[in-house]
């Protein structure tokens, strides 16, 4: 395996890539780590690229406006090298990240992790393929653990997050939702006419109280997804 010093020399142009997958998250540990290393190699941080709340199960590298813009911009030699703080910040799929790497061989410009201070491309396939392949299997060890966090949420009757439906109001305090009486009502109707034949343009323009959709006029879909939502979590 090449010696990491033998790829990067004193005075080097270092571009920082980082991402991060929620925006409760940001990149201050993974640009602290590359700045660390900047320092140490003594190398010049000219470039910063992130893809900010960006899950890279969920958008494909092509998708990812800063990785192609980082791709893009070593074509065009603005910078010698590359700077990542773990490989899973650049993919989690396999193909991913032999594409990256292939990419970047033909730009001739190296990868750094700075986690680890080695080389992205350098090391034996089989070595990539047990990597790359970890990082796949983290992701989907999250989404899991995602999902069974939320499942046990549901079976404690407390609110998974996003827009309470109408006719409940979220309680910080408990971490439930609680109906709201007249609401409700407005609910009831909902169902009751469209269980009756009634259509959602009919009960949104004839039917409900031109006030009772908390200050906004109802439309055509209005109803329908009220009553969808109460018979999801009624």
Same mark, same amino acid.
């Given at each position: 395996? $090449?010696?990491?010093?033998?790829?990067?020399? *004193?005075?080097?142009?270092?571009? &920082?890539?980082?991402?991060?997958?929620?925006?409760?998250?940001? #990149? #201050? +540990?993974?640009?602290?780590?590359?700045?660390? &290393?900047?320092?140490? %190699?003594?190398?010049?941080?000219?470039?910063?690229?992130?893809?900010?709340?960006?899950?890279? $199960?969920?958008?494909?590298?092509?998708? /990812?406006? &800063? +990785?192609?813009?980082?791709?893009?911009?070593?074509?065009?030699?603005? %910078?010698?090298?590359?700077?990542?703080?773990?490989?899973?910040?650049?993919?989690?799929?396999?193909?991913?990240? @032999?594409?990256?790497?292939?990419?970047?061989?033909?730009?001739? !410009? *190296?990868?750094?992790?700075? #986690?680890?201070?080695?080389?992205?491309? @350098? #090391?034996?396939?089989?070595? /990539?393929?047990? !990597?790359?392949?970890?990082?796949? &299997?983290?992701?989907?060890?999250?989404? @899991?653990?995602?999902?069974?966090? +939320? @499942?046990? +949420?549901?079976?404690?009757?407390?609110?998974?997050?996003?827009?309470?439906? %109408?006719?409940?109001?979220?309680?910080?305090?408990?971490?439930?939702?609680?109906?709201?009486?007249?609401?409700?009502?407005?609910? !009831?109707?909902? %169902?009751?006419?469209?269980?009756?034949?009634?259509?959602?343009?009919?009960?949104?323009?004839?039917?409900? *109280?031109?006030?009772?959709?908390?200050?906004? *006029?109802?439309?055509?879909?209005?109803?329908?997804?009220?009553?969808?939502?109460?018979?999801?979590?009624?």
């Amino acid at each position: 395996m $090449t010696s990491i010093h033998e790829v990067i020399k *004193p005075g080097m142009r270092c571009a &920082f890539y980082g991402r991060y997958s929620t925006s409760k998250q940001d #990149s #201050s +540990l993974q640009l602290q780590s590359v700045m660390s &290393f900047v320092e140490d %190699f003594q190398c010049n941080l000219v470039q910063k690229y992130t893809d900010e709340a960006v899950s890279s $199960t969920k958008k494909k590298m092509d998708k /990812r406006k &800063f +990785l192609r813009k980082v791709l893009q911009d070593a074509l065009d030699n603005k %910078f010698d090298f590359i700077a990542v703080y773990k490989e899973d910040r650049l993919a989690r799929d396999v193909i991913e990240h @032999e594409n990256i790497r292939r990419f970047l061989r033909d730009a001739k !410009k *190296p990868i750094v992790i700075t #986690s680890t201070r080695i080389i992205y491309d @350098e #090391s034996d396939i089989l070595v /990539r393929l047990l !990597k790359d392949g970890l990082t796949s &299997f983290e992701a989907a060890r999250i989404q @899991e653990r995602t999902r069974d966090a +939320l @499942e046990a +949420l549901l079976k404690k009757g407390r609110w998974t997050g996003g827009k309470a439906p %109408f006719g409940y109001e979220y309680n910080k305090r408990t971490g439930k939702l609680e109906a709201k009486a007249d609401k409700l009502e407005i609910v !009831k109707q909902i %169902f009751s006419l469209y269980l009756s034949g009634i259509g959602c343009r009919s009960i949104a323009e004839k039917h409900l *109280p031109s006030n009772s959709n908390g200050g906004k *006029p109802w439309t055509r879909s209005n109803p329908c997804t009220h009553n969808h939502r109460m018979s999801i979590h009624a």
